[in-house]
């Protein structure tokens, strides 16, 4: 009984390190640039290890003569999208997404937020203040900053347990029987 029992305990202890969150997917609102132009697309954060995931971005509108309609796929990427915090003055700017498209003359997406993006989800405005504000740009000349937009991600609710914590409920709820099947055959015997 005492082996049992011990057993049961170092699995509950080491079960729920196995659990961890899932990257979210966080979506493009409202998007606009200075010149009208609108962005739309999402990319998937993992707030634990700080990587991007995939990403599909598209724009169009504005100045299409210098801006032309453009999408940035990860699929067709010269370059992986890194994530970067550093300082900026009395801002903490955190840029999400470098992108710079496969053309002859490179054209770089930036995404960076003004709160961090976490595994909570919610709603996050773009950086529009630092100097490296979310925007599009030719190697930043010329550069048409975001004026408006937010990115949006469902957090993760309580409603579906994940593996670790159905292994702990069964694990549990099987003791408690075990326990009370005990104590009714020595009732019974007693009795």
Request: hydrophobic share 40%.
């Amino acid at each position: 009984m005492k082996i049992k029992s011990a057993a049961i305990g170092a699995v509950a202890l080491l079960t729920p390190g196995l659990a961890q969150a899932t990257p979210l997917t966080w979506t493009l609102n409202n998007a606009v640039f200075s010149d009208g132009g609108v962005a739309t697309g999402s990319f998937v954060w993992d707030a634990d290890t700080q990587t991007i995931g995939d990403y599909e971005f598209s724009v169009s509108g504005g100045d299409t003569d210098t801006f032309p309609a453009v999408s940035y796929e990860s699929a067709s990427a010269p370059v992986n999208p890194s994530y970067q915090e550093f300082s900026d003055g009395p801002n903490t700017v955190r840029l999400y997404l470098f992108i710079r498209d496969a053309s002859a003359t490179p054209r770089d997406f930036y995404l960076s937020v003004a709160n961090e993006l976490t595994d909570a989800g919610g709603t996050v405005g773009l950086d529009f203040v630092s100097a490296f504000a979310a925007g599009e740009c030719y190697s930043c000349a010329p550069y048409r900053p975001f004026k408006s937009g937010t990115v949006t991600a469902q957090g993760i609710t309580g409603g579906v347990p994940e593996p670790a914590t159905w292994a702990l409920m069964v694990m549990g709820f099987g003791s408690l029987g075990g326990a009370l099947r005990r104590r009714r055959s020595k009732d019974a015997i007693v009795a």
